[in-house]
C-alpha cells in the first residue's frame, strides 16, 4: 500500500500506525448535546491527552454545522489526541462527534407530562479509532537498529508493544464507557468516575430540565 505524506497526526498505509481497537456508538433521543461534550474533553484533559501539532489540551480539529430549512441542525466535530509513551511509542485517538436533525425544544413531552427548559431532539453518533504509533519521528528508522529491526524487536520491544497495545485497549473503552454513560447506554465496562452524570432527560427528574 501507498504511504501518503505524513501531516503529523497519521501515516496512512504505514504498518508503525497499528490499529488497537476502534468503536461506534449511536443514539436517538432527548438530550442537550453541549454539556456532554465539555464533559468528555474534560475527561479527555485531565488524562494528559493533548493534540498532536500544538501540544496543549485544544483538541479539536473541526466544528462544522448547517440548519436544514426545515430548522433541524446538523453538527461534524473532529478531535484527534496523542499521549508519548517514551521515545518511540505513542498513541493516538481519532474521535468524531456527529449530530443529526437536532430540534431544540422549550417544552417537551416526556412519559406523559410535560416539562420546560432547553433540552434537544438529537440523533447522536460518536465514532472513535485508536492507534499505537511507532517510531513516529523515525529515531528508530535511522538508526543501526532500524537494519537489525527482527532482533531488536524480538529481544527489546515486542513485551512492551504488547503491554502498550493492552493499555490502550482498557482506556479506549474506559472512554467508551464514559461516553455510554452521558448518552444513557449500557456498557459492559465501568465508567471512569466523574463530576457528570447522564446527560438523557430521563436521568433529570420529572420535573425540570437543566438549562445549561
Known sequence: MR????????????????????????????????PMYRALHDYIKENDWVHPLSGDDVIEDLYWERWGPTGLKEQWCWWRAIQDRNDYIRWLMVLEWQTLFVKTDQTITYKGKKASGKVERINLKCMASFYIQFDINDKFKNSIAWKMRKAFFNRMYIQEMEQTRSDLYERSHKIEALVKRLMVLESDWDAPANQYGPFGYGDWGDDSVRNT
Open 3 to 34: 504511504v501518503e505524506k505524513f501531516n503529523g497526526i497519521r501515516r496512512i498505509g504505514d504498518h508503525r500506525d497499528i490499529l488497537v481497537t476502534k468503536w461506534e456508538l449511536e443514539n436517538e433521543t432527548l438530550q442537550v448535546f453541549k
